[in-house]
């Protein structure tokens, strides 16, 4: 009797997740809000160096992701991220969440505070964000 074949894990969701320069893109579109091609290269490219195509192709790329749409009802068509910053920022975290603490935010969130990298003034932040989470009653 043969053996079925197992199945290899799809890796769907890691691929659907933006790279370090495809934040680089969002964070210009998040900014900035609709651009056309050019206006998009123009404040990317700003920064960091790239050419046209390479944006150009960078952009076709995060479209196939669904991390960017196009309106083509105009010219030149217009480029938005696909979903808000702070919808991305979740994602990215339940995902590394997922990846690098067994699934648990505690670990990841300790993980974030340990340390001296935070300021006073962020850490404050973060209490006050804690005691309105435990009013609305977190998470059940």
Same mark, same amino acid.
Request: with cysteine; hydrophobic share 30%.
């Given at each position: ?11 769907? +969701? @890691? ?11 969002l ?58 910053q ?5 994602? *990215?975290?339940?995902?590394? @969440?997922?990846k @690098?603490?067994?699934?648990? +935010?505690?670990? *990841? ?8 990298? *935070? ?13 309105? +989470?435990?009013?609305e009653?977190?998470?059940?």
């Open positions: 009797m043969a053996k079925k074949p197992v199945p290899r894990p799809t890796r769907r +969701a @890691a691929s659907s997740q933006p790279t370090e320069t495809e934040l680089e893109l964070e210009v579109l998040w900014e900035h809000g609709p651009c056309p091609m050019g206006r998009l290269h123009e404040i990317y490219s700003a920064t960091r160096e790239s050419g046209y195509t390479t944006t150009q192709k960078m952009i076709q790329v995060m479209r196939d992701k669904g991390l960017v749409t196009a309106d083509s009802t105009v010219r030149p068509p217009l480029y938005s991220a696909s979903e808000p702070e919808r991305t920022q979740r994602k *990215l975290l339940d995902y590394l @969440a997922q @690098a603490f067994g699934g648990s +935010a505690k670990a *990841l969130i300790l993980s974030a505070v340990s340390g001296d990298r *935070l300021s006073k003034e962020e850490l404050s932040e973060i209490k006050r964000r804690i005691s309105r +989470a435990e009013k009653g977190g998470k059940t």
